[in-house]
C-alpha cells in the first residue's frame, strides 16, 4: 500500500498567514492527488484534484502543486473559515489512501 | 441539488451484521463510481470501498475483504454496504461519496455520515 504522511500534524497560524502543508507519498503517484478540507462534524470537502486542479467553488487562496512523491497545498492568506483539519490522498493505486491530516489552528 | 444521504448505522455487538445505505439525488447516479470512507473516533480518514458505475469493478481495503460487500441499485439511485462479522475496530463514522470522474478520481461530493459502533 501507498503510504501518505503530512507535514505537520498541527499547524498554528494568523488571520492572512500564508500556509503551506506538505504530503510525501511512499512511491510516486505522478499527479493523482487530491486535498481535502474537514470540519468538526462535517464530511470532507473536496478543495483540490489531480494535484493542481481547484475544485468547482474552491476559492482561489486554496492551490496545490506537486508531482511524483512530494506535493504542497498552500493558502496564500489565511481566512477565519479555514482554520480545518487537512488530508491529502492518493488515488493512483489501490486501495487508495490518506494522509494522517494537518490541523490548522488559530495562533 | 447534488446531495448523498447515508442511513443504517446503529450499534451492534462484535460479530453482527449491519446494511449501510446511500440515497443519491441530483445527478445521474448511474454514470459515477462510488466509494465508502469511514473515519474512526477522532481518528483520519479510511478508504473502505469503490464500486464503478456498471458495479463491473469492486475494490475494498484489506481489513474489510470478506467481511463487506458494496453493490449498488441504479433503478433506485442507491448505494449499499453490507458490513458482517463487525469487530470492534470498525467502529466509525461512514460516509458514501461520489467520484468525480471514472473510479480513479477524487471524491467530489460526501455524503453527511452515519455513525456505527461496534461494541458488547
Known amino acids: 500500500d501507498i503510504q501518505m504522511t503530512q507535514s505537520p500534524s498541527t499547524l498554528s497560524a494568523s488571520v492572512g498567514d500564508r500556509v503551506t502543508i506538505t504530503c510525501r507519498a511512499s512511491?510516486?503517484?505522478?499527479?493523482?492527488l487530491a486535498w481535502y478540507q474537514q470540519k468538526p462534524g462535517k464530511a470532507p470537502k473536496l478543495l483540490i484534484y489531480?494535484?493542481?486542479s481547484l475544485e468547482s467553488g474552491v476559492p482561489s487562496r486554496f492551490s496545490g502543486s506537486g508531482s511524483g512523491a512530494e506535493f504542497t497545498l498552500t493558502i496564500s492568506s489565511l481566512q477565519p473559515d479555514d482554520f480545518a483539519t487537512y488530508f491529502c490522498?492518493?488515488?493512483?493505486?489501490?486501495?487508495?489512501?490518506f494522509g494522517q491530516g494537518t490541523k490548522v489552528e488559530i495562533k | 441539488e447534488v446531495q448523498l444521504l447515508e442511513s443504517g448505522g446503529g450499534l451492534v455487538q462484535p460479530g453482527e451484521s449491519l446494511i449501510l445505505s446511500c440515497a443519491a439525488s441530483?445527478?445521474?447516479?448511474?454514470?459515477?463510481?462510488m466509494t465508502w470512507v469511514r473515519q474512526a473516533p477522532g481518528k483520519g480518514l479510511e478508504w473502505v470501498s469503490g464500486?464503478?458505475?456498471?458495479?463491473?469493478?469492486?475494490y475494498y481495503v484489506d481489513s474489510v475483504t470478506g467481511r463487506f460487500t458494496i453493490s449498488r441499485d441504479n433503478s433506485k439511485n442507491t448505494l449499499y454496504l453490507q458490513m458482517n462479522s463487525l469487530r470492534v475496530e470498525d467502529t466509525a463514522v461512514y460516509y458514501c461519496?461520489?467520484?468525480?470522474?471514472?473510479?480513479?478520481?477524487?471524491?467530489?461530493?460526501w455524503g453527511q455520515g452515519t455513525m456505527v459502533t461496534v461494541s458488547s
Open positions: 441530483g445527478f445521474t447516479f448511474n454514470n459515477y463510481a
Open positions: 490522498q492518493q488515488y493512483n493505486s489501490y486501495p487508495w489512501t
Open positions: 489531480q494535484a493542481s
Open positions: 512511491q510516486s503517484i505522478s499527479s493523482w
Open positions: 461519496a461520489k467520484n468525480s470522474r471514472g473510479e480513479a478520481s477524487a471524491f467530489d461530493i
Open positions: 464500486i464503478s458505475a456498471s458495479a463491473y469493478n469492486i
